[in-house]
């Protein structure tokens, strides 16, 4: 039998778009850990000195965000809830056992659950951070204004590392994951069993493409 060629699941601008997130989000969460907790303060070095990172840290956010702002609008059809990511939760033990579950599209429900999380985090961190912004916008504020954008955006912040150090776990847990997104291309048989839908739906464009191409 012959082996089936590899698909592409992500390309070059793709790749690249994930990893400035990626090491923006890197900066950001440890120098913000320097910023919440006293005892953490050495964290903010990572910019350098702490002076750089106070200026820096919202910056490398701003960036973070725009970044993900293209991924959402690049992947938000494929991150909606469908019957089949309801089979997949209401067998998460299964999951937890490497056992796949249901007809999954390009994304499985936990992934989904990630990527909404992330963006309503992103949109969190962002409008609180504009309001502590010092010295360009927090002086439009008052005082109780700026407590509770303090409070939102720590809350936001938490909930933003825990989602993404889920998200490093199960792409260290479903061997192939960093692969795809380091080199753009996954097994077929990979995508078989991880994506079924997904695997269909590709090689259901390649067929039509291939008859398109034989008809010219």
Not at 16 to 39: E, K, M
Not at 178 to 188: D, K, N, Q, S, Y
Not at 198 to 204: G, M, Q, V
């Amino acid at each position: 039998m012959r082996k089936e060629q590899p698909i592409k699941r992500y390309s070059a601008p793709e790749r690249v778009n994930h990893w400035i997130v990626a090491f923006c989000f890197l900066f950001v969460a440890i120098s913000g850990l320097g910023f919440l907790f006293p005892s953490f303060n050495w964290l903010m070095n990572i910019f350098g000195t702490p002076q750089l990172a106070r200026i820096l840290h919202p910056f490398f956010g701003v960036v973070m965000f725009a970044a993900f702002l293209i991924m959402f609008f690049r992947y938000w059809k494929h991150n909606l809830i469908n019957k089949d990511d309801i089979l997949w939760a209401k067998n998460i033990h299964k999951i937890t056992l490497n056992q796949e579950v249901g007809d999954t599209g390009r994304y499985n429900f936990g992934q989904k659950c990630v990527f909404w999380l992330a963006i309503i985090s992103l949109i969190l961190l962002l409008v609180s951070g504009i309001v502590i912004w010092r010295p360009y916008f927090a002086p439009s504020f008052s005082i109780p204004a700026i407590r509770v954008a303090l409070m939102v955006h720590s809350f936001a912040a938490v909930l933003l590392i825990l989602v993404i150090m889920i998200h490093i776990y199960a792409a260290l847990w479903v061997k192939g994951t960093i692969t795809a997104m380091v080199e753009g291309w996954v097994p077929a048989a990979w995508a078989k069993k991880h994506h079924p839908r997904w695997y269909r739906e590709i090689r259901a464009k390649e067929a039509g493409r291939n008859r398109q191409e034989n008809k010219t």
